[in-house]
């Protein structure tokens, strides 16, 4: 067993696990960064390696938007008390959208038996889009919107017919979210047509991480988004919508020297037995026109 001890063979190893790999030293600069990782995150060994794991690139965020570092992230605390750590956290992608992983820090010791840096392996907590193979992935190919890579319009409207009828005969609540993203078309007047669709799909792709893998993310109308959510109240859908815009509004794509950061505004409205998957989206959008347009419109 004398491979096993050869550093090479480690690394070898750890270069082709699927989840993602750092290591830090005591002052928690980044030694390595894994292929996995840079799959994950989009971030490449030379974006990050030598920098520290507080800055944009690495710091963590709880669910809501909090930032994590630089004292209360997983891999900080366990660089203190040499505890192994298990927790969700947010990331952000290259692309700025934000990505829900699980990290797991362990501490390395040095010889002397005192810390001298930690390991963390992570892993993303969703399944993107695009992880599919087969069939699936042929289906996928049909459905998925080409700008954003969530739902299109049509598969949305299908997921949605779905709900409705789900609700008429089984008594099954459900809503919807319809999202737009705030100034737009100034960032396309600006940076350029493809720039709002890189935004676009950063607004859609932090949606789909903050969302549960039974409700359903897609493209609905030019710009905006819609989100069908199932087994919601009314209350609950209203904090859903708020989630979806503090998530968002955390977010950043970076293009040059430039950061774009965005919000969105959000129509929410839960289903009634009245409703028509046609009314039930479009009473979400009048909310949503009547926030954009501001208090007492």
Not at 1 to 22: K, Q, S
Not at 55 to 79: K, Q
Not at 163 to 174: D, K, T
Not at 233 to 247: H, I, M, N, P, T
Request: aromatic content about 4%; charged content about 25%.
């Amino acid at each position: 067993m004398r491979a096993i001890e050869d550093p090479g063979l480690f690394r070898t190893i750890v270069d082709n696990l699927c989840e993602g790999v750092l290591v830090v030293d005591r002052e928690r600069k980044v030694l390595y960064w894994s292929p996995g990782a840079e799959r994950i995150t989009g971030h490449s060994s030379v974006d990050v390696v030598g920098r520290h794991s507080c800055d944009g690139v690495l710091a963590n965020e709880a669910e809501s938007g909090e930032a994590l570092c630089p004292d209360r992230c997983p891999l900080a605390r366990t660089l203190v008390d040499g505890v192994p750590r298990e927790a969700n956290v947010y990331l952000h992608h290259k692309d700025g959208h934000r990505v829900p992983v699980c990290v797991r820090p362990v501490a390395v010791g040095s010889e002397g038996g005192e810390i001298s840096g930690a390991l963390q392996s992570f892993v993303e907590t969703f399944t993107r889009p695009e992880a599919v193979s087969g069939l699936a992935e042929l289906e996928q190919m049909v459905s998925l919107d080409a700008v954003t890579g969530v739902a299109n319009r049509h598969s949305t409207e299908l997921r949605l017919r779905e709900s409705m009828s789900e609700m008429h005969r089984y008594g099954r609540p459900f809503g919807v979210v319809v999202l737009d993203v705030d100034d737009l078309k100034r960032v396309k007047d600006t940076y350029g047509q493809q720039a709002g669709d890189r935004v676009l799909r950063m607004v859609a792709r932090t949606l789909a991480a903050s969302s549960r893998p039974s409700d359903v993310v897609g493209r609905w109308s030019g710009d905006e988004l819609l989100v069908v959510i199932k087994n919601v109240d009314e209350g609950q859908l209203v904090r859903v919508a708020d989630k979806f815009r503090s998530s968002v509004s955390t977010t950043a794509l970076t293009l040059g020297q430039a950061q774009i950061h965005v919000t969105v505004s959000a129509g929410a409205a839960e289903a009634q037995p009245r409703d028509t998957a046609d009314s039930l989206a479009a009473r979400a959008e009048n909310l949503l026109h009547l926030e954009k347009r501001g208090p007492g419109a």
